[in-house]
């Protein structure tokens, strides 16, 4: 079975860097692709980015240059950072495995991050 | 990018039959996923390729397509399935995009 655990600090001051990490355990991160999503209060279910098992990655035009998502194969996790971050990234952030390059058929249970002035 | 465009809100009494759209532009030549969302849960997969439902999901979740617009028919509305729900695609360019979402109220 394969689990997802988001984890990382809850409160980020604006303009700071938000860092999360995902541990997957089940699976190796290597052999799959894995995405960030993240769902702002109130509002609907957004794709950040995602990062290949090989390592390349492809982000959502409107976060593009304020994000990375990498790999830590040594740890099996998927790091994602998010710089200058505003009130408007506060939000539950998941981590999720995709499947067949379509569709997320495994997410962690998501993490709330609040930016606070 | 391009959109996913859901009706805001549906409700429906129990028993009866809630349908749920999804249109956009490319969605004639995609494949459509939806998840169930619960307040304070995962997402969870409940249709995948337009009209296949995953193992675990009752058969009273189905999904249908036409053209530009997709459809999430849940006969039989439970009590249980007051829940958003979200359509999502994958395009040519590798990206994601998940639709509006809807709010499904059982009466």
């Known amino acids: 079975q394969v689990q997802l655990q988001e984890s990382g600090p809850r409160l980020v001051k604006s303009s700071e860097t938000l860092s999360l990490t995902c541990t997957v355990s089940?699976?190796?991160?290597?052999?799959?692709?894995w995405s960030w999503i993240r769902q702002p209060p109130g509002e609907g279910l957004k794709w950040i980015g995602h990062?290949?098992?090989?390592?390349?990655?492809n982000y959502n035009p409107s976060l593009n240059s304020r994000v990375t998502i990498s790999l830590d194969t040594s740890k099996n996790q998927v790091s994602l950072r998010l710089t200058s971050v505003t009130a408007a990234d506060t939000a539950i952030y998941y981590c999720?495995?995709?499947?067949?390059?379509?569709?997320?058929?495994?997410w962690g249970q998501g993490s709330l991050v609040t930016v606070s002035s | 990018s391009y959109e996913l465009t859901q009706p805001p809100s549906v409700s429906v009494s129990p028993g009866q039959t809630a349908r749920i759209t999804c249109s956009g532009d490319?969605?004639?030549?995609?494949?459509v996923f939806w998840y169930q969302k619960k307040s304070g849960q995962a997402p969870l997969l409940v249709i995948y390729?337009?009209?296949q439902r995953p193992s675990g999901i009752p058969e009273r979740f189905s999904g249908s397509s036409s053209g530009t617009t997709v459809t999430l028919t849940i006969s039989g509305v439970q009590a249980e399935d007051e829940a958003e729900y979200y359509c999502?695609?994958?395009?040519?360019?590798?990206?994601?995009?998940f639709g509006t979402g809807t709010k499904v109220t059982v009466l």
């Open positions: 490319t969605l004639s030549r995609q494949f």
């Open positions: 990062i290949y098992g090989s390592g390349s990655t």
């Open positions: 999720a495995r995709i499947r067949g390059g379509l569709w997320f058929d495994y």
């Open positions: 089940g699976a190796s991160i290597s052999s799959d692709s």
């Open positions: 999502q695609s994958a395009d040519s360019t590798d990206t994601y995009v």
């Open positions: 390729k337009d009209t």
